[in-house]
């Protein structure tokens, strides 16, 4: 968790609100992904990124490598975005492994 | 239909005892990993597989093993189980490719020591 830390913890936001999630790396990163767990506990690929942005519907996110962060926006929230949010940082090497965050916990009300 | 499975779903072992977590993919990826998710720990990597006949150290590797007797099966072994190994197991497979590293999950192997 220290290596990939996330902000906020625990977020609570209104249907059709706006937000960001925030991950800061201090390991050289390479690509970072982005995944929701919902409360069935199931791993949903959000985004795979090299440096850069990627938006799908609803959802975007920016990797900054030189800045060490990447950020996950999320539009006009709604009750099935709800769900605890991980960013895994895949460090420089051969190893292709993930190091993941201690994630943000959402919850959309009505 | 589902790209990674894994097997059981739900593990009530005793403490001692054998216990082997099975994953499957069809996905036709070179690497297999296995996390533990634990509270104030996220998820962290126990043992990976790079192809059939491999298996490396992950992170947390103590009281596992590895088995990767296919391109398409990754087992992880714990063979004297104890409480602190209760945990949700979480089994991925990656592309080795240059153009992307992204891992798929399965839905989780939720394990009690008692």
């Known amino acids: 968790g220290d290596q990939v830390k996330q902000s906020p913890s625990a977020l609570s936001l209104q249907e059709g609100t706006n937000s960001a999630l925030r991950c800061n790396f201090s390991?050289?990163?390479?690509?970072v992904q982005w995944f929701l767990q919902n409360p069935r506990g199931s791993l949903m690929n959000l985004f795979y990124l090299v440096p850069g942005t990627k938006e799908n519907g609803r959802l975007k996110s920016t990797f900054n490598s030189k800045e060490s962060y990447s950020t996950l926006h999320i539009r006009d929230a709604q009750l099935e975005d709800s769900g605890t949010y991980f960013c895994?940082?895949?460090?420089?090497?051969?190893?292709?492994?993930?190091?993941f965050g201690l994630g943000t916990t959402l919850q959309v009300q009505p | 239909e589902a790209a990674v499975t894994q097997s059981p779903r739900n593990k009530v072992a005793v403490t001692g005892g054998k216990v082997t977590l099975s994953c499957n993919q069809t996905?036709?990826?070179?690497?297999m990993y296995w996390y533990r998710q634990d509270t104030g720990h996220g998820l962290r990597l126990i043992h990976y597989s790079y192809g059939a006949g491999s298996t490396e150290k992950g992170d947390i590797p103590d009281g596992y093993k590895a088995s990767r007797p296919s391109q398409e099966n990754f087992s992880l072994i714990l063979e004297l189980a104890t409480p602190s190994q209760t945990s949700v197991y979480f089994c991925a497979s990656g592309d080795a490719g240059e153009s992307s590293y992204e891992q798929y999950f399965g839905p989780g192997t939720r394990l009690t020591v008692l």
């Open positions: 895994a940082a895949d460090i420089t090497g051969n190893t292709r492994k993930l190091i």
């Open positions: 996905n036709n990826h070179n690497n």
């Open positions: 390991i050289a990163t390479t690509t």
